[in-house]
């Protein structure tokens, strides 16, 4: 199954399909066969980078519509 990336109003970003997910050196966290995860947007969560539902509480909201970017600039 290909990687999809839910970003959740007022939520997590849910991610499930096939992925790794390393952090800033490289070092994968094992998931323990884990196919879907939710991540923390509201910075609120005691298991970072993973979300424990800390949003409901703080209050965290951000409305979230997919939208077209603008083209990659090139490179110098």
């Known amino acids: 199954m290909a990687t999809k990336i839910t970003v959740k109003n007022n939520g997590s970003i849910r991610v499930e399909g096939e992925f790794e997910l390393v952090d800033l050196s490289g070092k994968k966290f094992n998931l ?9 947007r509201c910075g609120h969560s005691k298991d970072k980078p993973f979300c424990d539902g800390s949003h409901r509480e703080c209050g965290f909201q951000s409305e979230i519509t997919a939208r077209e970017l603008p083209p990659l600039a090139p490179k110098p």
């Open 32 to 40: 323990n066969g884990r196919k879907s995860i939710s991540l923390c």
